[in-house]
C-alpha cells in the first residue's frame, strides 16, 4: 500500500507491505482502517487476518522523520509460533544509477572491515569460511556461524541503525531501532527494476520463534527518515539519534561512574591469570599514592582454582563452594581480599566470565543446563538462560561472587551469548534473548551499587546505546597490549565506526586498557596512548606499574591519565567514509585541553589534535584550523603534548609521522598569558587581562607550562617562589586554586 507521508522521504514511489511469520509460513493481514491526519502529524493503520491477529501501526511524522509504533495482537485463540515480523519497503530510489547504490551499518567494519557496500553485495557464509584475508571484503573477525545475508544480525550489539544512499548523492534513508524490549532489526536489501527493496525483520534473539499466547501483544518501535548528510559518517544518524534520546530508558551509560576515574584490571599488560592477592594489593597502594584518577581495583579470571592453562571460568565458580576459588593465591578468601582493598581507599571490583567450560564440574554434572554453542565455541558454554534451573542457579551464583564477597563492580565478560546471539539456542520459547537479556542484566545490577560500573567483555559491542541502562561502559575492540600491532589497527577501524555516532555521553566506549605496553615498541606504545587519550575511551589501566617506576614510559602514561574524561566527543577532519582507499580518518580531534574536561575554558587550550599513521611507512598528514572548527585566517600556537615543541598553525599544518607513529598537539590562543599543557586535571579557568585563575580537584605533585614566564603565582592565598622558566612545579592539594599573573 502507498503511505502518503512516506512521499516526504523523497526516496521515490514507496510501497509499503507488513507481513507476519508464523510457523514458517509468511502471512500478510487484510487492510481495515486507515485513519490520515495531516494536520496533526498521525496516521493509525490497522491490518488483520482473521481468527488469526491484528497488526496495528501507529504514526506520527514530521516533514521527511517518521516514527512508527506497532502492535501485533494473537488473535487466534491458541498459542502461535512466531517466528519474526516484517515490513516491505519496495520502490526505494536516489536518482542515481542503481548500481551506486550502496549501504553502511556498523556491523560491516567489524566483520569485513569495509564501511560500505554495494547495494546487490550478497553478504553469505562463504565469505567467513576460513580466516584468510579476502581482496573483496576482509573477513578477518568473522567468527563461524556470524557472517550471514541479513544485515544487522551479528551477535556484536551494533548501533542499531542502518544506511541507504547512492554514492554521488548526500540524500540517504535511515531506518533505526527505537526500543530493544523483544525485538531485534535486521535487513535484507535487494534492486528490482532499478529501485531498491528493503526488507526490515523484527525479530527474535536466541529463539527462531516465540511461543506467543491467545491474546498477547507485541510491541515493536522504529525510526525512518531522510538525510541531507549521507556522505559524512558523523552525521548520517543525526536525526535519528534525536528521536532515540527521547525513547531510551533511564542509563547507568550516561552516568559519571566511568567518567572521570579509571579502573586497573589485573589482566593486561602480560599479567593474566599470574595473580595473587599479594600483587595486586601492592598495585593498589602504589596507584593511591601516584595515580589519583585511579579508584577501582578489578580482579580479572585468574580467581578460580584452576589450571592457568585451561579456559575461562567465571560463573560457574560458586558451584563447586569454597574449593573453587584460588585460596593458594587469596590465602583468606575473596571476602578478605575486598576488605583490604577497600582499606586502602580504593574499590574492589570482579571479572565474571558468562562461559563455563566444559570440564568444569558445574558442566559434567549438569550439561542439561547448557546451550549448545559448539557451532562457535567448543571448549565452553553459555547457560540456557531460558530453564529455570539455570536461572536459579545464575542468581545464586551473583549472590556469592558479588554480595557476598564483596565486589561492588563488574567486568561481564563472554556475557551476550545467550542473549544477542540470532541462532536458535534456547530451549523454551517463552521469551526473546532480550527479554532474557534485561532480567540477567537487572539480576547483576540489583547486587551492585548505584555508584558501581557493569562493564561489557565479549562480544565486541558496536555501540548500542540501549545498553547503557544497565553497562557503564562497553569494549569494542580486542586486547591490545600484546604487541600485535594488527590488533591496535582494528582496534582504530572499530573505534571510528562507534565514535561517528557521538554517543559516548550516553553510553561509554572502552578501547581495552593503557599501561606500559611491553608487548609493543615504543612508537607502537605511544600511538595507543594517544589514541585512547584522543578517544576518551581510558577506561582500564594495567601492568605492574610499581616494579617499573623508572621506565620511561611511565610519566607519559600519568600524564596521559590525568583526565581521563571518557566518552567525551571525538571528532574527524576530513575523511570519505565511503571511498575504499580511504581506510580510516588520520586526524581526531577534541575541543578541550587534554587535561580539561570543560570546553572554552580561558587561557587553556581550544583543541587538541591526534595525527595517526596506521601503515607501514612514513606518511606526511595535514590538518587546517577550519578542519577543527576555527578560523583559517588566524593564527594558533601548536605545543607537542609530549616534548613540548611549538609550532604556528596558520590555515594549516602538516608534518611527517613515522610509521605506526602518532603525534599530539595542544592548539591554543597566540597570546602570552596562556597554560599550554599540564599533567593534572584542571576543572576549569577564569582569564581578566593577564590574569589566569587554575580550578583543581584532586592532589598531586603537578607540571605546568605556561605560554610566557608568569609573573607571580599565587597558590591556595600562598605565592610561590617567582619562576624562571615558562615550566612549573608545584605541590597542588584537594580544590586548590592558584593565580597566575603574567
Not at 217 to 224: G, R, S, T
Not at 536 to 560: C, F
Request: net charge negative; with cysteine.
Amino acid at each position: 500500500m502507498q503511505i502518503p507521508f512516506f512521499d516526504a522521504l523523497q526516496c521515490g514511489n514507496i510501497e509499503f507491505t507488513p507481513y507476519a511469520v508464523i510457523d514458517n509460513q509468511k502471512i500478510a493481514g487484510v487492510q481495515s482502517t486507515f485513519q490520515y491526519n495531516p494536520e496533526h502529524g498521525n496516521a493509525h493503520l490497522i491490518l488483520e487476518k482473521k481468527a488469526l491477529f491484528q497488526d496495528e501501526f501507529f504514526f506520527t511524522f514530521e516533514k521527511d522523520q517518521i516514527v512508527c509504533r506497532r502492535k501485533f495482537q494473537n488473535l487466534s485463540g491458541q498459542v502461535m509460533k512466531l517466528n519474526e515480523l516484517g515490513i516491505t519497503l519496495a520502490g526505494i530510489t536516489f536518482g542515481g544509477i542503481p548500481r551506486e547504490d550502496f549501504f553502511y551499518h556498523n556491523e560491516n567494519p567489524r566483520i569485513y572491515e569495509v564501511m560500505a557496500f554495494p547495494i546487490d553485495y550478497q553478504r553469505t557464509g562463504e565469505d567467513a569460511k576460513d580466516s584468510s584475508f579476502d581482496l573483496q571484503a576482509g573477513n578477518r573477525w568473522a567468527d563461524p556461524g556470524v557472517v550471514c545475508e541479513r544485515i544487522g544480525r551479528s551477535p556484536y550489539q551494533p548501533f542499531p541503525a542502518i544506511l541507504l544512499g547512492n554514492y554521488k548523492s548526500v540524500h540517504g534513508l535511515v531506518h533505526g531501532t527505537l526500543s530493544q524490549r523483544v525485538f531485534f532489526h535486521n535487513y535484507l536489501l535487494s534492486h528490482d527494476d532499478d529501485t531498491v527493496t528493503m526488507e526490515i525483520f523484527s525479530g527474535f534473539k536466541a529463539n527462531a520463534w516465540l511461543e506467543i499466547a491467545p491474546g498477547r501483544i507485541l510491541a515493536d518501535e522504529w525510526y525512518l527518515g531522510a538525510t541531507e548528510q549521507a556522505d559524512r559518517i558523523e552525521h548520517i544518524f543525526d536525526n535519528y539519534s534525536k528521536v532515540l534520546r527521547k525513547k531510551l530508558p533511564p542509563l547507568y551509560g550516561a552516568t559519571a561512574i566511568n567518567r572521570d576515574n579509571m579502573v586497573w584490571g589485573s589482566w593486561n599488560d602480560g599479567l593474566y591469570r599470574k595473580i595473587s592477592e599479594e600483587l595486586i594489593l601492592e598495585e593498589a597502594r602504589f596507584l593511591k599514592k601516584h595515580f589519583p584518577t585511579v579508584r577501582w581495583i578489578q580482579v580479572d579470571d585468574g580467581y578460580a582454582n584452576r589450571d592457568l592453562n585451561k579456559s575461562a571460568h567465571g560463573l560457574g565458580v560458586p558451584y563447586e563452594g569454597e574449593e573453587g576459588v584460588a585460596y593458594h593465591k587469596f590465602p583468606e578468601g575473596l571476602r578478605s581480599f575486598t576488605d583490604k582493598v577497600r582499606a586502602i581507599g580504593l574499590r574492589p571490583a570482579i571479572w565474571i566470565g558468562g562461559f563455563c567450560p566444559k570440564d568444569t564440574k558445574i558442566y559434567q554434572e549438569h550439561p542439561e543446563w547448557f546451550i549448545d554453542y559448539s557451532y562457535r565455541v567448543s571448549s565452553s558454554s553459555p547457560l540456557d538462560v531460558s530453564l529455570p534451573e539455570a536461572r536459579s542457579y545464575m542468581t545464586f551464583a551473583l549472590d556469592k561472587l558479588i554480595t557476598e564477597y564483596g565486589f561492588e563492580s563488574v567486568k561481564h565478560d563472554f556475557w551476550s551469548y545467550a542473549f544477542e546471539d540470532s541462532h536458535d539456542l534456547c530451549r523454551n520459547h517463552d521469551a526473546s534473548g532480550y527479554e532474557w537479556r534485561d532480567w540477567w542484566l537487572k539480576e547483576v545490577r540489583k547486587r551492585i551499587d548505584s555508584d558501581g560500573y557493569l562493564q561489557t567483555g565479549c562480544d565486541i559491542v558496536m555501540g548500542n546505546p540501549f545498553l547503557g541502562e544497565f553497562f557503564t561502559n562497553y569494549r569494542y575492540g580486542i586486547d591490545i597490549g600484546g604487541g600485535n600491532w594488527d590488533y591496535v589497527r582494528t582496534n582504530y577501524l572499530w573505534g571510528m565506526a562507534c565514535f561517528a555516532t557521538h554517543t559516548g555521553d550516553l553510553f561509554v566506549p572502552n578501547s581495552d586498557s593503557v599501561g606500559l605496553f611491553p608487548g609493543l615498541n615504543d612508537t607502537e606504545a605511544m600511538f595507543c596512548l594517544n589514541y585512547c587519550l584522543v578517544t576518551h575511551s581510558m577506561v582500564e589501566i594495567a601492568g605492574r606499574l610499581s616494579q617499573n617506576p623508572d621506565s620511561p614510559r611511565l610519566a607519559p602514561l600519568k600524564k596521559a591519565v590525568c583526565n581521563p574524561n571518557n566518552g567525551q566527543d571525538v571528532f574527524f577532519t576530513k575523511w570519505d567514509y565511503l571511498d575504499p582507499k580511504q581506510k580510516y580518518p588520520a586526524v581526531l580531534y577534541f575541543k578541550t585541553a587534554h587535561f580539561c574536561p570543560a570546553e572554552d575554558q580561558p587561557g587553556l587550550p581550544l583543541r587538541t589534535v591526534g595525527m595517526f599513521n596506521l601503515e607501514d611507512e612514513e606518511q606526511t598528514l595535514s590538518f587546517k584550523a577550519s578542519e577543527l572548527g576555527l578560523d583559517d585566517a588566524k593564527t594558533y600556537a601548536l605545543t607537542d603534548v609530549w616534548s613540548g615543541e611549538t609550532y604556528a598553525l596558520k590555515g594549516s599544518f602538516s608534518c611527517p609521522v613515522v610509521a605506526h607513529g602518532s603525534r599530539l598537539l595542544a592548539v591554543s590562543e597566540s597570546d602570552p598569558a596562556q597554560l599550554l599543557d599540564a599533567d593534572i586535571r584542571i576543572l576549569r579557568s577564569q582569564k581578566k587581562g593577564h590574569a589566569l585563575k587554575l580550578f583543581f580537584d584532586y592532589a598531586a605533585q603537578a607540571v605546568l607550562t605556561f605560554a610566557s614566564i608568569p609573573k607571580k603565582i599565587v597558590l591556595d592565598g600562598v605565592e610561590l617562589p617567582a619562576p624562571e622558566e615558562l615550566t612549573v612545579q608545584a605541590e597542588i592539594k584537594e580544590n586548590s586554586v592558584m593565580e597566575v599573573s603574567f
